[in-house]
């Protein structure tokens, strides 16, 4: 059969190339003795330099580590990572020390009990999230999410990770060729030929010939070298909505050995944007992503550069050298076009808020590794429901990160004015909130199975930021009551359990480092 | 609190050890450490389960004796009532300590001063009057080097039951006479069915290392649950 898809090429490397080839080539187990060929190719430029920034995962890159076959022990050891709870705000709502958290452990009871209300009932209430889950009671002394005797990948609260990209994508990249049958070529794309029918029939490049293949995927970054530059599929840009364009990023090292690696990634927001800080066992990533058309580059600087003062004093500020990253916030009008896919920043970027990069490239690579079309007939539709529901991930996306500045009370500058003009917010999301007004999300808000954030997110962003649902005294809700102040007892009770029974970030990763975490 | 010294006749001369078994002399534990080369013994009294060192995470076979923290059910008014009493805790309150490094690395008689047995006035002595060690003390010698060689050879075992995958995680949910329950988390077993899938040159290799025998030792073992479940029930209380 002709059309029979057997050869994949994915061009470009970084985390985005590298994982969508893990999880492709786990899928597919490139095996000579297979009754089906299958070929995966990965061509990575060799002068385009990895960046070594921090970045943050959701828990579901457990589940992806897992599926590809990587153990726990080696993926912490060798790519810095460190254990993410959540991520915790600070001045997002007044930009007087306010905080509230966003933890990956959903409310107690969540698939059962819908608590938001209950907790909007107390008076003299605690923090939404600290009512609800024992989670957040572990921030505060940068607590671990499990003990090394937790088998790996298993949890005692739910977690994902914080990692270096860079030595990510290198394990990563030794995987796929040592233990999934990958093809690592080394070369430069020069040009992209076209077949008869319009589809990409092949690659030349400047050192390993012409590459021909059935289906490409482009994980070039923005440059975006196939969907883009080749198919001149539209950029759309969704700036009028998330206003940040532009980022310093830098690293920063503990002023101690053994100093706190946070739970969380923290965001603190500025008056033109917000500054992460990503607790690597080895250093902190910081970075400031803002609106270039609300603050200028010095001004950010310094913003910037007072945070790094705060918390590692004079010395550490003086020796930054923040890299400057511009990006245009929006994603291609479709994702999949002909035979070429993209994958990451080629398909598209927003600002790190809620750390969205690398679960779109799961959410991706796994679609891809299920859904793989056995022939060219059938894959314009799987392409064509692709895009349905990546422009559904996208629109999702950026509907709950603005919700995060919608919420703000912050009127200090025009960046938060502009936040709340109505013409910056979608339509979605302004139906949502009126009717978030009367009901708190639940279940019936979640519009797909695989929704990147799930609504109990919602909740926490909602009621973090301190929304009000107006009560409604239904029957179900009259007949939990009783339930749900069980829930929040034994709630403070699991918190104060885990609180004694957790060790620190930095001891279990020592001791991951030391003796690893057993398989089962 | 443990305070770990290195055995010295100068300096430990004077103390003695007290004997016999009992809560008040550190027994009443739930389940001690044991190694294959001591499951036979082990098998003929208690059931032998694989559970974590809370510090490292990793492996060790353990002679259980109860089914909650502290609760020793061998233990009686009158001693420990047990044909055979593990090693791990005959050799209290002496220990080996590593002196030096890597190859250096010296294993040496210590004693924990803070515990419970050592006395000043009661019990056996270490040391007579010469200040040559009893016949006591190069028993309880005799005793930790064979603990000693037992462990080192248990890593290996243990490591070849993770490679081969022969360990699998249980729950003991066990109801008592007396109407009360038990779920008893944080232990393995044998896999047994993986164990009688294993292949001719598995099973060689672990016969040649004396890993063989041991595994189903420890699967017999299990027979020995119903042993302290009834010792359990017949408690008061």
Redesign the interface.
């Known amino acids: 059969m002709e059309d029979r898809i057997s050869r994949i090429i994915i061009v470009g490397g970084g985390s985005a190339g590298w994982l969508s080839a893990g999880v492709i080539a786990a899928e597919h187990r490139i095996d000579s003795q297979a009754q089906q060929p299958f070929e995966l190719l990965l061509i990575e430029s060799p002068d385009v330099p990895t960046i070594g920034v921090g970045e943050g995962t959701w828990p579901s890159m457990r589940a992806t580590l897992q599926r590809i076959g990587l153990s726990e022990t080696d993926f912490i050891r060798k790519c810095s990572a460190s254990f993410k709870q959540g991520t915790y705000f600070r001045d997002w709502q007044t930009g007087n020390g306010d905080t509230y958290s966003h933890p990956f452990t959903v409310p107690a009871n969540y698939a059962e009990t819908n608590l938001a209300p209950h907790w909007l009932a107390l008076t003299d209430a605690p923090q939404f999230a600290d009512a609800v889950t024992p989670q957040t009671a572990l921030f505060a002394d940068c607590l671990a999410p499990k ?4 088998p790996e990948y298993a949890f005692m609260v739910n977690y994902a990770y914080h990692l270096d990209a860079g030595e990510f994508a290198e394990l990563l990249r030794q995987h796929c060729t040592e233990q999934l049958g990958v093809t690592h070529v080394k070369a430069n794309v020069l040009q992209i030929n076209a077949a008869e029918n319009g589809d990409i029939q092949s690659v030349t490049t400047d050192c390993a010939g012409e590459i021909a293949g059935d289906l490409f995927i482009d994980c070039t970054g923005t440059r975006s070298l196939l969907l883009g530059e080749h198919f001149k599929v539209p950029f759309q840009s969704r700036q009028a909505y998330l206003f940040n364009d532009t980022a310093l990023a830098t690293q920063v090292p503990y002023t101690e050995e053994d100093q706190a690696i946070q739970s969380c990634t923290q965001s603190t927001a500025q008056t033109a944007g917000w500054i992460w800080d990503i607790g690597l066992p080895t250093r902190r990533g910081i970075g400031h992503t803002y609106s270039s058309a609300h603050v200028s580059e010095d001004e950010a600087t310094a913003q910037l550069l007072a945070y790094i003062k705060e918390i590692a004093g004079d010395k550490a500020a003086a020796s930054v050298v923040p890299r400057k990253i511009r990006f245009q916030p929006g994603h291609r009008r479709e994702f999949w076009h002909r035979n070429c896919v993209a994958i990451g920043m080629s398909s598209g970027f927003v600002e790190p808020l809620e750390a969205s990069a690398l679960v779109m490239i799961e959410l991706a690579a796994g679609m891809i590794a299920e859904q793989l079309p056995p022939t060219r007939e059938v894959m314009d539709i799987v392409a064509k429901r692709y895009n349905q529901k990546f422009l559904r991930h996208w629109n999702q996306i950026i509907e709950f990160l603005k919700l995060h500045y919608v919420l703000s009370a912050r009127n200090d500058s025009p960046y938060w004015q502009d936040n709340h003009a109505a013409t910056s917010i979608p339509e979605k999301l302004s139906e949502q909130l009126l009717l978030w007004r009367y009901r708190s999300p639940w279940h019936q808000d979640a519009e797909a199975v695989d929704e990147l954030f799930p609504t109990a997110s919602y909740q926490y962003i909602l009621y973090g930021m301190g929304f009000r649902t107006e009560p409604r005294h239904t029957c179900s809700h009259q007949q939990d009551q009783r339930q749900a102040a069980e829930l929040f007892q034994k709630n403070a009770a699991r918190a104060t359990q885990l609180q004694q029974a957790l060790p620190s970030n930095r001891e279990l990763l020592n ?1 991951v480092r ?7 | 609190m443990s305070q770990y010294e290195v055995l010295n006749k100068d300096k430990h001369r004077q103390l003695r050890i007290k004997t016999g078994y009992g809560a008040a002399l550190g027994d009443a534990v739930m389940y001690v450490m044991t190694y294959p080369m001591e499951f036979r013994d082990i098998q003929s009294c208690y059931p032998i389960l694989f559970t974590k060192d809370p510090n490292t995470g990793g492996f060790f076979a353990a002679a259980v004796m109860g089914f909650e923290a502290d609760q020793n059910l061998f233990l009686q008014d009158d001693g420990w009532d047990a044909s055979y009493i593990p090693a791990t805790i005959q050799r209290q309150p002496f220990l080996i300590a590593t002196g030096g490094e890597g190859d250096t690395a010296t294993p040496v008689v210590s004693l924990d001063r803070d515990h419970p047995r050592v006395s000043q006035d009661e019990g056996e002595a270490l040391f007579d009057v010469e200040g040559d060690s009893t016949e006591f003390l190069n028993q309880k010698i005799a005793l930790l080097d064979n603990l000693h060689r037992g462990l080192q050879h248990s890593n290996g075992f243990i490591d070849a039951l993770l490679q081969h995958e022969l360990l699998e995680q249980i729950t003991l949910d066990i109801a008592f006479n007396d109407g009360s329950k038990n779920s008893v988390q944080g232990f393995y077993s044998i896999a047994e069915e993986r164990l009688y899938q294993l292949k001719g040159d598995v099973l060689e290799s672990l016969n040649q290392a004396g890993y063989l025998q041991p595994v189903f030792m420890a699967v017999a073992s299990l027979s020995r649950m119903r042993d302290i479940i009834e010792r359990r029930n017949r408690l008061r209380v």
Do not use: A, V
């Not at chain 1, 030391?514 to 089962?520: A, D, I, N, R």
């Open positions: 003990q090394i005797t937790t001791k030391e003796f690893g975490f057993q398989k089962l």
